[in-house]
């Protein structure tokens, strides 16, 4: 069996010019950081929640409400103790969340990971705060 990832095995990465394209939602891309944290913790499905928000009229909507959304995101799952979890979205720490979603279960092996999303005009990059 494989160890369980926390969050110093995150830490080791530091910028990289690899990236990973989402199969889906193709103007999506990831950093080896975001690619480890997905297979080590089992959480393909969190690239998902993130990648399928775009082009949503939920997220045009928050676009054209604030405009810092254009280019940066952050991200954060946080998991409860009874295994549910909450995905969020802000323009920056201490805003509202304009997504902020509820899932109902997961094993993800950390209490909480951050994600930042950054858009080059071209492409959304998703990566690890060590990253930057």
Avoid: C
């Avoid at 928000?53 to 939920?58: H, L, N, P, R, V």
């Avoid at 094993?107 to 990253?131: A, C, K, N, Q």
Wanted: proline residues 6%; hydrophobic residues 35%; charged residues 30%.
């Amino acid at each position: 069996m494989s160890r369980k990832l926390n969050p110093n095995d995150l830490q080791q990465f530091t910028g990289d010019l690899e990236r990973f394209r989402h199969p889906l939602a193709r103007q999506v891309l990831y950093t080896p950081g975001v690619q480890f944290l997905a297979e080590k913790g089992e959480a393909y499905w969190l690239i998902d929640e993130i990648a399928l928000s775009y082009g949503t009229a939920k997220m045009r909507r928050a676009i054209a409400h604030d405009p810092r959304l254009e280019t940066l995101q952050f991200w954060r799952l946080n998991v409860n103790d009874d295994r549910s979890a909450r995905l969020t979205a802000r323009a920056d720490s201490g805003e509202k969340p304009f997504i902020n979603r509820k899932i109902p279960y997961t094993d993800f092996p950390m209490d909480h990971v951050d994600i930042r999303s950054g858009f080059d005009g071209r492409y959304w990059t998703l990566y690890l705060p060590s990253e930057h």
